[in-house]
Protein backbone atom coordinates (compact mmCIF):
# COMPACT_ATOMS: atom_id res chain seq x y z
CA UNK A 1 0.00 0.00 0.00
CA UNK A 2 1.37 3.49 -0.65
CA UNK A 3 1.10 5.92 2.29
CA UNK A 4 1.70 9.57 2.31
CA UNK A 5 2.94 10.76 5.80
CA UNK A 6 1.71 14.44 6.32
CA UNK A 7 -1.41 16.15 7.51
CA UNK A 8 -1.16 18.81 4.74
CA UNK A 9 -4.32 19.16 2.10
CA UNK A 10 -2.04 20.59 -0.69
CA UNK A 11 0.70 17.38 -0.33
CA UNK A 12 -2.90 15.27 -0.47
CA UNK A 13 -4.27 16.89 -3.46
CA UNK A 14 -1.25 16.91 -5.51
CA UNK A 15 -0.20 12.96 -5.02
CA UNK A 16 -3.91 12.71 -6.05
CA UNK A 17 -3.39 14.39 -9.11
CA UNK A 18 -1.13 11.08 -10.09
CA UNK A 19 -4.41 8.88 -10.37
CA UNK A 20 -3.04 6.13 -7.77
CA UNK A 21 -4.01 4.67 -4.53
CA UNK A 22 -2.81 6.09 -1.43
CA UNK A 23 -4.01 6.43 2.45
CA UNK A 24 -2.55 9.30 4.26
CA UNK A 25 -0.86 9.44 7.87
CA UNK A 26 -0.09 12.23 9.80
CA UNK A 27 3.20 11.66 11.09
CA UNK A 28 3.76 12.59 14.84
CA UNK A 29 6.89 13.94 14.45
CA UNK A 30 9.27 17.47 15.72
CA UNK A 31 9.29 19.33 12.91
CA UNK A 32 11.53 22.26 14.64
CA UNK A 33 14.88 22.87 13.32
CA UNK A 34 18.25 21.87 15.18
CA UNK A 35 20.43 24.63 16.13
CA UNK A 36 22.20 26.20 13.44
CA UNK A 37 20.43 23.67 10.89
CA UNK A 38 20.24 25.36 7.49
CA UNK A 39 16.82 25.21 5.96
CA UNK A 40 17.54 23.29 3.55
CA UNK A 41 19.18 20.34 5.75
CA UNK A 42 16.10 20.61 7.85
CA UNK A 43 13.52 19.94 4.89
CA UNK A 44 15.72 17.01 4.12
CA UNK A 45 15.91 15.92 7.48
CA UNK A 46 12.21 16.25 7.98
CA UNK A 47 11.09 14.56 4.92
CA UNK A 48 12.99 12.05 5.99
CA UNK A 49 12.15 12.05 9.62
CA UNK A 50 8.32 11.53 8.66
CA UNK A 51 8.96 8.61 6.11
CA UNK A 52 10.41 6.83 9.06
CA UNK A 53 7.82 7.77 11.36
CA UNK A 54 4.88 6.13 9.81
CA UNK A 55 6.86 3.48 7.97
CA UNK A 56 7.40 2.16 12.10
CA UNK A 57 3.50 2.31 12.47
CA UNK A 58 3.01 0.80 8.97
CA UNK A 59 6.09 -1.38 8.11
CA UNK A 60 5.98 -3.41 4.78
CA UNK A 61 4.42 0.06 2.72
CA UNK A 62 5.65 2.03 0.68
CA UNK A 63 5.49 5.95 2.21
CA UNK A 64 6.17 9.27 0.85
CA UNK A 65 7.32 11.71 3.31
CA UNK A 66 7.59 15.58 2.36
CA UNK A 67 8.72 19.19 3.92
CA UNK A 68 9.26 22.40 2.74
CA UNK A 69 10.57 24.87 4.26
CA UNK A 70 11.45 28.46 2.76
CA UNK A 71 15.13 30.27 2.85
CA UNK A 72 15.10 34.00 3.19
CA UNK A 73 18.68 35.40 3.46
CA UNK A 74 19.91 31.99 5.11
CA UNK A 75 16.81 31.97 7.65
CA UNK A 76 14.01 29.76 7.81
CA UNK A 77 10.52 31.05 7.36
CA UNK A 78 8.31 28.12 9.05
CA UNK A 79 4.07 28.31 8.72
CA UNK A 80 3.05 31.94 10.41
CA UNK A 81 -0.23 30.59 11.97
CA UNK A 82 -1.59 33.83 12.13
CA UNK A 83 -2.18 37.37 9.80
CA UNK A 84 -0.10 39.03 12.09
CA UNK A 85 2.83 36.54 12.23
CA UNK A 86 2.40 36.41 8.02
CA UNK A 87 2.44 39.68 7.13
CA UNK A 88 5.51 40.26 9.16
CA UNK A 89 7.11 37.53 6.63
CA UNK A 90 5.70 38.76 3.72
CA UNK A 91 6.82 42.84 4.66
CA UNK A 92 10.25 40.94 4.80
CA UNK A 93 10.01 38.94 1.80
CA UNK A 94 9.08 41.62 -0.43
CA UNK A 95 11.49 42.84 -2.91
CA UNK A 96 13.98 39.64 -1.98
CA UNK A 97 15.16 36.16 -3.40
CA UNK A 98 12.98 33.58 -1.56
CA UNK A 99 14.51 30.04 -1.89
CA UNK A 100 11.67 27.48 -1.62
CA UNK A 101 13.61 23.95 -0.24
CA UNK A 102 11.02 21.00 -1.14
CA UNK A 103 12.66 17.63 -0.17
CA UNK A 104 10.58 14.41 -0.51
CA UNK A 105 11.57 10.81 0.80
CA UNK A 106 10.13 7.46 -0.14
CA UNK A 107 10.67 4.49 1.92
CA UNK A 108 10.07 1.01 0.45
CA UNK A 109 9.20 -0.70 3.61
CA UNK A 110 9.17 -3.82 1.77
CA UNK A 111 12.86 -3.68 0.23
CA UNK A 112 14.15 -0.98 3.16
CA UNK A 113 15.09 0.92 0.39
CA UNK A 114 15.30 5.01 0.70
CA UNK A 115 14.90 7.72 -2.27
CA UNK A 116 15.63 11.58 -1.09
CA UNK A 117 15.50 14.20 -3.00
CA UNK A 118 14.88 17.89 -2.61
CA UNK A 119 13.99 20.78 -5.10
CA UNK A 120 14.78 24.18 -4.41
CA UNK A 121 12.32 26.81 -6.20
CA UNK A 122 13.52 30.61 -6.22
CA UNK A 123 11.03 33.27 -5.80
CA UNK A 124 11.45 36.60 -6.49
CA UNK A 125 8.69 38.73 -4.66
CA UNK A 126 7.45 41.65 -5.87
CA UNK A 127 7.85 45.27 -3.89
CA UNK A 128 4.41 44.65 -2.68
CA UNK A 129 2.78 47.90 -0.05
CA UNK A 130 1.70 46.72 3.21
CA UNK A 131 -2.25 47.37 1.85
CA UNK A 132 -1.42 44.92 -0.83
CA UNK A 133 -0.12 42.28 1.28
CA UNK A 134 -2.77 42.69 3.85
CA UNK A 135 -5.45 42.43 1.41
CA UNK A 136 -3.88 39.14 0.06
CA UNK A 137 -4.24 37.25 3.49
CA UNK A 138 -7.89 38.60 4.34
CA UNK A 139 -8.43 36.75 0.76
CA UNK A 140 -5.79 33.55 0.92
CA UNK A 141 -5.57 33.16 4.73
CA UNK A 142 -2.17 31.32 3.75
CA UNK A 143 -1.43 30.78 7.66
CA UNK A 144 -0.29 27.31 7.03
CA UNK A 145 1.50 27.81 4.51
CA UNK A 146 5.90 28.38 4.46
CA UNK A 147 6.01 32.04 3.61
CA UNK A 148 2.39 33.06 4.04
CA UNK A 149 1.57 32.87 -0.07
CA UNK A 150 -0.45 30.25 -2.05
CA UNK A 151 1.53 30.55 -5.30
CA UNK A 152 -1.60 28.32 -6.80
CA UNK A 153 -4.03 31.18 -5.59
CA UNK A 154 -3.57 34.65 -5.48
CA UNK A 155 -0.34 34.37 -3.96
CA UNK A 156 0.72 34.66 -7.40
CA UNK A 157 0.28 38.70 -7.68
CA UNK A 158 2.83 38.52 -4.82
CA UNK A 159 5.62 37.02 -7.21
CA UNK A 160 7.87 38.46 -9.82
CA UNK A 161 9.12 35.36 -11.28
CA UNK A 162 9.48 32.02 -10.46
CA UNK A 163 12.37 29.65 -11.11
CA UNK A 164 12.22 25.46 -10.48
CA UNK A 165 12.19 22.26 -12.34
CA UNK A 166 9.15 20.94 -10.94
CA UNK A 167 6.01 23.29 -11.08
CA UNK A 168 4.95 21.35 -7.77
CA UNK A 169 7.51 21.61 -6.00
CA UNK A 170 6.58 24.70 -4.94
CA UNK A 171 3.07 23.82 -3.65
CA UNK A 172 4.61 21.29 -1.50
CA UNK A 173 5.43 17.91 -3.04
CA UNK A 174 7.88 17.76 -5.87
CA UNK A 175 5.74 14.91 -8.55
CA UNK A 176 8.28 14.71 -11.05
CA UNK A 177 10.56 13.55 -7.89
CA UNK A 178 7.85 11.45 -6.76
CA UNK A 179 6.77 9.76 -10.52
CA UNK A 180 10.69 8.51 -10.75
CA UNK A 181 10.70 7.71 -7.05
CA UNK A 182 7.52 5.11 -7.40
CA UNK A 183 9.21 3.96 -10.75
CA UNK A 184 12.09 2.58 -8.49
CA UNK A 185 9.42 0.99 -6.14
CA UNK A 186 7.62 -0.40 -8.90
CA UNK A 187 5.16 1.38 -8.98
CA UNK A 188 4.29 2.76 -12.75
CA UNK A 189 1.53 5.65 -12.56
CA UNK A 190 1.11 5.30 -16.34
CA UNK A 191 1.10 1.63 -16.23
CA UNK A 192 -2.76 0.56 -17.26
Known amino acids: ?115 IDEVPTRVRLRNFSDGEAARYLQIDKPYDCAGSAKIEALGIALVESVESTDPTALIGLPLISVVSMLKHAGVNVLQP
Open 1 to 115: MLLLASSSPYRRHLLERLGIPFDVVSPAIDERALNLEKPRATSLRLAELKARAVSSIRPGDVVIGSDQVADLDGVALGKPGSAGAALEQLRAMRGHLVVFYTAVCLLDGASGQLH
